[in-house]
C-alpha cells in the first residue's frame, strides 16, 4: 500500500501521444459513419473525399488485376448532379444531395466521377466495395 506507481514523463508523453492517435481515428469514423459510408467488411478502397470541378472527370480507383466484382457507393454532398463512369463509360447519375451506387462485373479496371455540364465544383464521398 506504502508504494505508488511512478510513470516516466516519456512513458506519460508516448501514452498522451497514443491516445491522441486513437481519438482522432475514432472521430474520423465516427464522422463517415455518419455520412453513411463508413468502413465495411467488404470495403476494398476508401471512404474518401473528392472534389469534382465543373466539366471535369476525376478518377477515384484504378486497378490492374480485374478478377473481383465491384460496387461503388458515391454520396453526393454537392448542389450539381454527378456520374459514375465505369471505365470510361458513363453508368449512372447521382443527384445533388443523394447516394447512389453501381455494382459491375469483375472486368472493371477504373472508376470516374464526372460533373458533365455543371457550374459549380462538387464534392462528393465515396467507397469501393467487393460485390460478391
Not at 65 to 73: H, N, S
Request: hydrophobic share 45%; net charge neutral; with cysteine.
Amino acid at each position: 500500500m506504502d508504494k505508488l506507481l511512478s510513470f516516466s514523463s516519456s512513458h506519460l508523453r508516448f501514452a498522451g501521444t497514443f491516445l491522441g492517435i486513437l481519438s482522432i481515428m475514432a472521430f474520423q469514423n465516427m464522422a463517415l459513419a455518419q455520412s453513411g459510408l463508413a468502413i465495411g467488411e467488404k470495403t476494398m478502397a476508401g471512404p474518401g473525399t473528392v472534389k469534382v470541378s465543373a466539366g471535369s472527370t476525376v478518377v477515384i480507383f484504378k486497378r490492374k488485376v480485374t478478377d473481383i466484382p465491384l460496387c461503388v457507393t458515391i454520396q453526393n454532398q454537392g448542389l450539381t448532379e454527378l456520374v459514375i463512369v465505369v471505365d470510361g463509360e458513363n453508368s449512372h447519375k447521382v443527384g445533388a444531395g443523394n447516394t447512389g451506387s453501381y455494382c459491375g462485373d469483375k472486368d472493371i479496371k477504373e472508376i470516374a466521377l464526372a460533373a458533365p455540364s455543371s457550374r459549380e465544383a462538387s464534392v462528393a464521398l465515396w467507397r469501393i466495395d467487393d460485390a460478391r
